[in-house]
């Protein structure tokens, strides 16, 4: 039962080890595309997460915002 925080450090490693072998194995253009669509998922999550904070605003605003925090991560 000491080992148990140990458990997800070894689970982590593991995980980690497949998913890099995995990208190993794709192309180029591959890992290219899951890239862009990786990008296309964290900005669909940032503005769930905004349109979840703020119901009041509309598409534009949920825009400006987005773009706002994209700007702020630049800095």
Known sequence: MT????LPKLK???Q???YLEVL???TGEQ???LGFELHDLALR???DGI???HPEYDDRQIQQETAKRLLRCNR
């Open 51 to 53: 349109r979840d904070r």
């Open 16 to 18: 980690r080890r497949e």
């Open 12 to 14: 982590d490693k593991l």
């Open 3 to 6: 080992n148990t925080p140990e």
């Open 45 to 47: 999550l940032m503005q």
């Open 24 to 26: 190993r194995k794709m």
């Open 31 to 33: 890992r290219v595309v």
